[in-house]
């Protein structure tokens, strides 16, 4: 099946540093991926969807300036949690698609802000 | 997007079949039915969807009820991988987007 490369796998870093998660779609090209925060026992929450070549399309309540989505090519989406802190420790989860075709998911990126 | 209900958690025994009930009677003439699975510490996994008729494919089976409002999945024979989070999810026509809910919580016991 289709592979979603996730890097890193988990992170641990101050308050007030900023994050940068990387999403690759490993083979096929990806013209849509999402980003999704998950927190412990609960279930996912969609962040964002991004297409290649245009700005993120952001849900209501995720602010788009500390939640910075760059999409820059049909293999890559990268979201960066600028000025993190405790309250943003999270797992993080994209995932790609293209043309209808179902979601391939990334195995997360555990974010620990201390 | 549709409404779905599941149950929290269900339980089955090693090498049984598995049969995954999801309620969705609010769905549309154009919602797909989406499968999609979450091991610990993991990502989801897509598992299968279908829109009108019975799918199958290499992991499960999914059953659609003749008007549409609920769904089963069906695992063949259960294995201690199989143990997961199951999420049913409807999405509009066209749409990709995907809202997921609570999900079952799957547990397969030796």
């Known amino acids: 099946g289709a592979v979603v490369s996730q890097h890193p796998s988990w992170v641990i870093c101050k308050s007030g540093t900023s994050v940068k998660i990387e999403c690759r779609s490993l083979?096929?090209?990806?013209?849509?991926m999402f980003w999704y925060r998950q927190f412990p026992k609960q279930s996912l929450m969609l962040m964002a969807t991004?297409?290649?070549?245009?700005?993120?399309?952001?849900e209501q309540g995720v602010e788009k300036d500390k939640f910075l989505i760059n999409h820059a090519s049909l293999t890559l989406s990268t979201l960066t949690v600028t000025s993190a802190h405790p309250e943003d420790s999270s797992f993080y989860i994209c995932?790609?698609?293209?043309?209808?075709?179902?979601?391939?998911f990334g195995d997360g990126t555990r974010l620990s802000i201390l | 997007d549709a409404k779905t209900t599941q149950p929290n958690s269900m339980e089955s025994n090693e090498e049984e079949p598995v049969h995954l009930p999801c309620n969705h009677s609010?769905?549309?003439?154009?919602?797909?039915i989406h499968w999609y699975r979450q091991l610990p510490s993991q990502g989801p996994e897509y598992v299968i969807h279908?829109?009108?008729s019975n799918v199958n494919n290499r992991m499960a089976s999914l059953a659609i009820a003749e008007d549409r409002k609920s769904s089963t999945l069906i695992l063949h024979r259960a294995t201690l991988r199989d143990a997961a989070v199951y999420y049913c999810?409807?999405?509009?026509?066209?749409?990709?987007?995907?809202?997921f809910g609570k999900g079952t919580k799957l547990t397969v016991n030796p």
């Open positions: 995932s790609a698609t293209r043309s209808n075709q179902p979601q391939h």
């Open positions: 083979d096929f090209q990806a013209t849509t």
């Open positions: 991004s297409n290649e070549g245009s700005k993120a399309t952001y």
């Open positions: 609010t769905i549309s003439g154009t919602d797909y």
């Open positions: 279908g829109l009108t």
């Open positions: 999810i409807c999405t509009q026509g066209g749409s990709e987007k995907l809202v």
